[in-house]
């Protein structure tokens, strides 16, 4: 899957989850300018920054997201913490 495809699905995923629209919106703009890495870096930040339970699935999602953009594990593997 495509990169943007798979930022879409992110946060789709981020919002269902509960994600206040204002950290959305700010990854979502962020994305818009080209700034793949800090788009995720708010939606993974402020998931655990909120506690946020997430399922399997999403955090599968953030995995390949990072793989892709080759993010060292240890900048989203915290989040492991929130599966539920």
């Keep these: 899957?495509?990169?943007?495809?798979?930022?879409?699905?992110?946060?789709?995923?981020?919002?269902?989850?509960?994600?206040?629209?204002?950290d959305l919106d700010g990854a979502k703009e962020l994305f818009e300018y080209n700034e793949q890495g800090l788009a995720l870096d708010i939606i993974v930040t402020q998931?655990?920054?909120?506690?946020?339970p997430i399922n399997q699935d999403f955090f599968n999602l953030v995995n390949e997201i990072a793989i892709k953009m080759e993010w060292s594990p240890d900048l989203y593997l915290y989040i492991k913490e929130l599966i539920k």
């Design 1 to 22: 899957m495509k990169k943007k495809k798979l930022f879409e699905l992110l946060f789709k995923e981020a919002d269902k989850l509960g994600l206040p629209q204002k």
């Design 47 to 52: 998931l655990f920054e909120y506690q946020i």
